[in-house]
């Protein structure tokens, strides 16, 4: 079946990095448009950035913007979010989610969680000194 799994989260200082990728199986990612949320306790699910199928077009939050880089290597099915200059603020259980390039034709709109339909399990990273 199609499954996402998030990886590399965990414990780091402010202004430190942390890399999460999201590796995809039963299916290929060539044809989906991915996006990163993120969800704190008590707040609602948050777009974080998300890339088109091909890699081409990305977009960011305006919190992240400058701070975090998103990727994707289709030929081994990941994408992968690279987090520089982390704050306390950026902790969060982080998401990968997919939807078909097909109904999400403006990456403008791709900062929305309910267009996406295909979720991970979530990774967890905290921001602490």
């Known amino acids: 079946q199609l499954q996402l799994v998030e990886s590399g989260g965990g414990l780091v200082q402010p202004g430190g990095s942390l890399r999460l990728s999201c590796a995809a199986s039963?299916?290929?990612?060539?044809?989906?448009?991915i996006g990163w949320f993120r969800q704190a306790p008590g707040e609602e699910r948050e777009g974080v950035s998300c890339?088109?199928?091909?890699?081409?077009?990305?977009n960011y939050a305006d919190s992240v913007k400058g701070r975090f880089t998103i990727s994707r290597d289709n030929a081994k099915n990941t994408v992968y979010l690279q987090m520089n200059s982390m704050k306390p603020e950026d902790t969060a259980v982080y998401y990968c989610?997919?939807?078909?390039?097909?109904?999400?034709?403006?990456?403008?709109?791709?900062?929305?969680?309910?267009?996406?339909?295909?979720w991970g399990q979530g990774t967890q990273v905290t921001v602490s000194s």
């Open positions: 890339i088109s199928s091909n890699g081409g077009s990305t």
């Open positions: 039963g299916f290929t990612l060539d044809y989906y448009v």
């Open positions: 989610a997919a939807v078909p390039r097909q109904r999400l034709p403006r990456l403008t709109d791709g900062l929305d969680p309910t267009l996406y339909g295909y």
